[in-house]
């Protein structure tokens, strides 16, 4: 399936079949994947096994970025458990799931490291919550990690049900704040916006961000003050940043902060970092055809995310790790013959390059046998069993 997803550049299952060019009818390969989707046990092991390889990319600074997306299905109707979700694209409700997704990315590197993925239904039995699945996603990357890293999280992350656990957690984070969240500020409970609103703001830098296709240019000034949440006794920091809009962009983080330019605009950078993972969850979309997978039951669906986090995974830091694939890499990057050279962010380039090199050696790799060398080719090198 891995190999498949990646010649296919599809998580359609015929399309996977048919890159396996098996010496049997495509009907029966097709079952066969299909029957094995439907595997409970799948989901929990492939997703292990890719935090267990990622845990030593995670380092104390390591931005863990979560991204809550959607699955729209518009026509579907037999689907198990479809719901209704807002459709990001086209800004509208429609039928489908929910999804998450954490990716480690290093803020002075342009490289990311998926971690995990998972998918779920509010009309699915044992569902309780979309922070259920969010602190799901924490434990899971902290039984790995530890508590290395900080979370960030846009403005979805700002609930009351989700700052306690992650504190109790031990667990850093930046959240953005949508202003009518209640802080002590001096002793005083107030709202967030107002505690903005009496927070200094001395530094100031200039930024250009893409925004409709444009380059488009923000003067910034910001500053931070000490909060508390009600009920709780941790020291917070409220990061306040004016220049995007009208109103002040207010982050909420327990990551020790010193009152410096070099400190607070570091801190900037991380929330703003998160902005770009949304070219990843894009990729995730279209380089994969995901919005059109198929498949009916909804344990298929479940384990299709985590195959696909694995396919990321080869993709985004296997090819990068080892001395002879990043060679393999600069070969990839060149069969996806883009007429604009490599954009910045790579993988959409590397995800074409791998299905026109899997294209010519179709059904599985074939490499050059020396002696006592193996011939099989690891996708994913092992690790302690």
């Avoid at 010649?7 to 010496?23: D, F, H, I, M, N």
């Avoid at 979560?66 to 699955?71: R, V």
């Avoid at 669906?301 to 990321?312: E, Q, S, T």
Wanted: glycine share 6%; aromatic share 8%.
């Amino acid at each position: 399936m891995v190999y498949g997803i990646q010649a296919a550049q599809s998580v359609l299952l015929t399309e996977v079949g048919r890159t396996l060019e098996e010496p049997i009818a495509l009907k029966k390969t097709h079952e066969r994947l299909s029957r094995n989707l439907m595997r409970p046990e799948l989901e929990g092991l492939l997703q292990r096994n890719v935090l267990r390889l990622a845990a030593g990319r995670i380092e104390n600074d390591t931005l863990l970025i979560i991204d809550p997306s959607d699955l729209a299905k518009k026509y579907a109707k037999k689907m198990e458990y479809l719901g209704t979700v807002r459709d990001g694209s086209a800004h509208d409700l429609a039928n489908g799931y929910w999804t998450l997704h954490v990716i480690g990315a290093q803020l002075d590197s342009q490289a990311i490291v998926p971690l995990y993925q998972r998918l779920w239904s509010c009309q699915a039995p044992g569902f309780v919550s979309e922070n259920e699945e969010i602190l799901r996603a924490v434990d899971a990357v902290q039984a790995h990690a530890g508590r290395r890293g900080i979370w960030v999280i846009d403005r979805g992350g700002d609930r009351i049900n989700l700052f306690g656990p992650l504190l109790d957690r031990g667990a850093r984070f930046l959240v953005r704040l949508i202003g009518n969240r209640d802080v002590l500020y001096k002793g005083q409970r107030m709202l967030a916006a107002h505690a903005a609103a009496h927070c200094r703001c001395p530094y100031r830098h200039v930024v250009t961000r893409m925004q409709d296709g444009q380059e488009k240019t923000f003067e910034l000034r910001f500053g931070y003050c000490t909060v508390r949440l009600p009920g709780r006794e941790e020291p917070l920091s409220l990061l306040v940043i004016h220049g995007f809009g009208q109103q002040p962009l207010m982050l909420l983080t327990n990551v020790q902060l010193s009152n410096s330019f070099r400190s607070l605009w570091r801190m900037v950078r991380r929330y703003l970092k998160r902005w770009a993972i949304e070219d990843t969850i894009r990729y995730i979309k279209t380089c994969y055809e995901l919005e059109d997978v198929r498949v009916l039951t909804y344990q298929s669906l479940r384990n299709l995310m985590v195959l696909l986090l694995a396919v990321m995974y080869f993709a985004a830091c296997v090819l990068d790790t080892h001395a002879r694939l990043r060679v393999m890499a600069r070969y990839v990057e060149r069969a996806a013959k883009r007429v604009f050279g490599i954009p910045d962010f790579k993988y959409y380039a590397l995800a074409d390059g791998l299905r026109a090199l899997f294209a010519r050696s179709p059904g599985f790799v074939r490499p050059r046998i020396h002696k006592n060398t193996s011939p099989q080719l690891h996708l994913f090198p092992p690790g302690p069993t």
